[in-house]
């Protein structure tokens, strides 16, 4: 099993950035697919972004040009780059495998003016 602890999150206002983390507790090297989920109030959890072992990205619609993705292998540990925040970003941000079957405690990121 793989476990995740996601970090970063906090108030900040809208325009501002914030760089969320997610350190593994085993290696990642040999995980295929990656990703970063939110998940708002009275909402379903959404997929945000995606990275492959081969470096591969995908982001959603709402994200694009704002959020960036990325992957350090060697230290375990997936980002999320998060520039010109909206109000609409709101949300419990999860990190995981994609398709993963269990979720961690996630981190909240507020938006707000």
């Known amino acids: 099993q793989v476990l995740f602890v996601e970090s970063g999150g906090g108030l900040v206002q809208p325009g501002e950035s914030l760089r969320l983390s997610c350190a593994a507790s085993v290696s990642i090297f040999n995980i295929v697919a990656m990703g970063w989920y939110r998940q708002a109030p009275g909402k379903q959890r959404e997929l945000v972004a995606t990275i492959t072992r081969g470096g591969s990205i995908n982001y959603a619609d709402s994200v694009k040009g704002r959020f960036t993705i990325s992957r350090d292998n060697a230290q375990n540990t997936l980002y999320l780059l998060m520039n010109s925040l909206k109000p609409e970003d709101t949300a419990l941000y999860y990190c995981?495998?994609?398709?993963?079957?269990?979720w961690g405690q996630g981190t909240q990121v507020t938006v707000s003016s």
């Open positions: 995981n495998v994609v398709n993963g079957a269990s």
